[in-house]
């Protein structure tokens, strides 16, 4: 069974950090593009990074660039999301999501079920 | 960036209307666009991709249509489960931008 596990949530103070971390498995993690987005209470789906197979290529919402650092760790399955200077709009629910290939026209086709995220004194 | 908007934001049905939900791009993406449903405190799920292609497992009561600019994400007959929060999502270009949401309520 394909899964995507997300954990490191947690409540953090304005200006502070947090590292979340998505496990993988069900699948050859190191083949697939990744990426997290987030839902702020109440709010959209908001798209926050990118990160291709190989982690050579990586995208940012002018939103969360220069702040948030996307990575990954094919030999442990596994995909992070390093967040600093935490603001209290990136209160939200963190999405890992798997992107799937070109024939499916990039659709996220793998979600994990979230880590909540709260920025607040 | 490309701009996701759907229509409307909210409608509300009863259990076997049709229900239709439009999103429109800003500029063309051509048929790389997605549809999500999500329920309560739920990740999202996948519907369809490339506009009209249903997802593995999807009920053939949903359909989408449409390219370019233009799209539309139907039921055909509303079940009691399908009262949920929809989105659409272009994968055409980077970043990959969503609509605002179309939530689906009971009459």
């Known amino acids: 069974e394909v899964q995507l596990v997300e954990s490191g949530g947690g409540l953090v103070q304005p200006g502070g950090s947090l590292r979340l971390s998505c496990v993988t498995s069900?699948?050859?993690?190191?083949?697939?593009?990744m990426n997290w987005v987030r839902q702020a209470p109440g709010k959209g789906l908001e798209w926050v990074s990118y990160?291709?197979?190989?982690?050579?290529?990586?995208y940012y919402p002018d939103s969360v660039k220069g702040r948030f650092t996307i990575s990954r760790d094919n030999a442990k399955n596994s995909l992070y999301l390093q967040m600093n200077s935490l603001r209290d709009e990136d209160t939200a629910v963190y999405y890992c999501a798997r992107e799937s290939p070109k024939i499916y026209y990039y659709a996220m086709d793998v979600w994990g079920q979230g880590s909540t995220v709260t920025v607040s004194s | 960036d490309i701009q996701m908007t759907q229509s409307p934001s909210s409608l509300s049905a009863s259990v076997g209307d049709r229900v239709t939900i439009t999103c429109r791009a800003s500029?063309?993406?051509?048929?790389?666009l997605n549809w999500y449903q999500q329920k309560p405190e739920r990740a999202p799920k996948l519907l369809i991709h490339?506009?009209?292609s249903l997802q593995s497992g999807v009920p053939s009561r949903f359909s989408g249509s449409g390219s370019g600019t233009d799209f539309t994400l139907s039921i055909s007959s509303l079940q009691p489960e399908d009262f949920a929060t929809y989105y659409c999502?272009?994968?055409?270009?980077?970043?990959?931008?969503f609509g605002g949401g179309t939530k689906v309520e009971i009459k």
């Open positions: 069900g699948f050859t993690f190191s083949n697939y593009n």
């Open positions: 500029q063309s993406v051509s048929s790389y």
């Open positions: 490339s506009a009209s």
């Open positions: 990160i291709s197979y190989s982690g050579s290529t990586i």
């Open positions: 999502q272009q994968s055409y270009s980077q970043p990959r931008t």
